[in-house]
């Protein structure tokens, strides 16, 4: 059963999770209702603005190849990828369900996933949490 069915029925009272899935799938009727999000969706406030200020988690798609991959192969498929992200029609039908086709290229991408390493890494190492 789908999140946003259980939410309906009353399975479950809370749920976390993608923005635009759960908005896809939610039942008609106004049986469930947003509360907070990460990312914006019109009328509903993001966590920032409902109840932690500050809070920034994102979440973010990427394609990875293999590291020996040749760099004009990979140059390529971004190049394709960058292109295919910025067609009008796709960005009409995806922006309503909350999500930023922001391409960002096999650089930015790296610097992102460093800097999401070392970010939750302290939060990690700070939360104790250790592997199981």
Partial sequence: MRIAKRLAVAVVSVAIGSAAPAHAQAPAGGTTRPITLVVPLPQVPTVSENA??????GVWFGIAAPAKTARDVTDRIGKEIGEITRLPDLQKKLSPLGYDLGFAGA????????????????????AGIAPN
């Fill in 52 to 57: 932690l200020a500050g809070f920034n988690v």
């Fill in 107 to 126: 650089d930015r991408f790296r610097e992102l996933i460093a800097t999401d390493h070392k970010r939750y890494g302290a939060v990690i190492r700070e």
